[in-house]
């Protein structure tokens, strides 16, 4: 199932895109989605109940907002340097470990909602992220079957980020990921079910319609199995929990100088494959 919220930001509605792309309001059937729901199996097969029926009423498309694919999201956890690619256009070694950081959950915004520019940014960079998203509660996984039976779901992720508030402004790196709107997430969550190779997805981002990434999660250095068994030695995991796995390589960061950073107006799209695509403008903020 592709799962999303749709309505302005605050007021969203629970709704469907079914397999013919039409959107189906699921008000009738669920009252929101989140962690409760997506541990919930019996209230999933509700839905895929009421999916199956043709009950579930359509809604216009039309100038409608879509807004992030969880509400009530109660941590983002994410992994730097987890691709191949991306660790050898920044000159660095493999880590042995996952890099682990927090992004606080109000960062995340609607997949077309405007991105903002800090004020006093001028390494403002993008990052297109597959987005694991938990379904059941998660502590010292010990196997890859275990950790991909944790995940409900998975969405796009863009994990913008300003670069020298990361990395030049003393301390962890958490002044440069926690601006706000700096977590574009969706259109949709897409059912595990519908992902039966996380390890096999395209990634691909354009910035004013140039292509600036362009991988496979196949370049992962820990795939996604491993890091949601590694995370769990570490915190608790719990429904409606998002972990970012990790960008490829293409980020402004990567390039030679001068770097390509984002200003205000420009215009940011990626998509994953099978997840759906984003598209924002940057905005002063």
Same mark, same amino acid.
């Given at each position: 199932?592709?799962?999303?919220? *749709?309505?302005?930001?605050?007021?969203?509605? #629970? *709704?469907?895109?079914?397999?013919?792309?039409?959107?189906?309001?699921?008000?009738?059937?669920?009252?929101?989605?989140?962690?409760?729901?997506?541990?919930? $199996?019996?209230?999933?097969?509700?839905?895929?109940?009421?999916? %199956?029926?043709?009950?579930?009423?359509?809604?216009?498309?039309?100038?409608?907002?879509?807004?992030?694919?969880?509400?009530?999201?109660?941590?983002?956890?994410?992994? %730097?340097?987890?691709? $191949?690619? $991306?660790?050898?256009? /920044? %000159?660095?070694?493999? #880590?042995?470990? !996952?890099?682990?950081?927090?992004?606080?959950?109000?960062?995340?915004? %609607?997949?077309?909602?405007?991105?903002?520019?800090?004020?006093?940014?001028?390494?403002?960079?993008?990052?297109?992220?597959?987005?694991?998203?938990?379904?059941?509660?998660?502590?010292?996984?010990?196997?890859?079957?275990?950790?991909?039976?944790?995940?409900?779901?998975?969405?796009? =992720?863009?994990?913008?980020?300003?670069?020298?508030?990361?990395?030049?402004?003393?301390?962890?790196?958490?002044?440069?990921?926690?601006?706000?709107?700096?977590?574009?997430?969706?259109?949709?969550?897409?059912?595990?079910?519908?992902? !039966?190779?996380?390890?096999?997805?395209?990634?691909?981002?354009?910035?004013?319609?140039?292509?600036?990434?362009?991988?496979?999660? =196949?370049?992962?250095?820990?795939?996604?199995?491993?890091?949601?068994?590694?995370?769990?030695?570490?915190?608790? /995991?719990? !429904?409606?929990?998002?972990?970012?796995?990790? *960008?490829? =390589?293409?980020?402004?960061?990567?390039?030679?100088?001068?770097?390509?950073?984002?200003?205000?107006?420009?215009?940011?799209? /990626?998509?994953?494959?099978?997840?759906?695509?984003?598209?924002?403008?940057?905005?002063?903020?």
């Amino acid at each position: 199932m592709k799962l999303l919220r *749709t309505g302005p930001p605050g007021a969203e509605r #629970p *709704t469907l895109l079914d397999d013919e792309g039409t959107l189906r309001d699921l008000t009738t059937v669920v009252d929101e989605i989140d962690g409760r729901l997506l541990a919930d $199996h019996s209230a999933l097969e509700r839905v895929r109940a009421a999916v %199956g029926a043709r009950i579930l009423p359509a809604v216009d498309p039309e100038g409608l907002r879509i807004g992030p694919p969880v509400a009530r999201i109660g941590k983002i956890v994410c992994v %730097g340097l987890n691709y $191949h690619g $991306h660790a050898a256009e /920044l %000159g660095v070694p493999a #880590p042995e470990e !996952p890099v682990l950081f927090l992004k606080a959950p109000d960062t995340v915004v %609607g997949p077309e909602d405007p991105v903002l520019v800090p004020r006093g940014s001028e390494k403002m960079d993008w990052e297109i992220e597959l987005a694991v998203v938990i379904g059941r509660t998660a502590r010292h996984l010990e196997t890859d079957a275990e950790a991909l039976a944790a995940i409900a779901g998975y969405a796009v =992720a863009n994990d913008v980020s300003e670069r020298e508030f990361q990395l030049e402004r003393g301390g962890q790196w958490d002044k440069g990921k926690n601006c706000e709107t700096f977590n574009p997430l969706g259109p949709w969550l897409v059912t595990a079910d519908e992902v !039966p190779d996380p390890q096999a997805l395209r990634l691909r981002l354009w910035v004013n319609g140039e292509l600036k990434q362009d991988a496979t999660t =196949a370049d992962q250095i820990f795939p996604v199995a491993q890091v949601v068994r590694y995370v769990s030695r570490f915190m608790t /995991l719990y !429904p409606g929990d998002i972990i970012n796995t990790g *960008t490829p =390589a293409g980020v402004a960061d990567g390039h030679p100088d001068p770097k390509p950073y984002l200003r205000a107006g420009d215009v940011v799209e /990626l998509e994953i494959e099978g997840l759906g695509r984003q598209r924002q403008q940057l905005k002063d903020a």
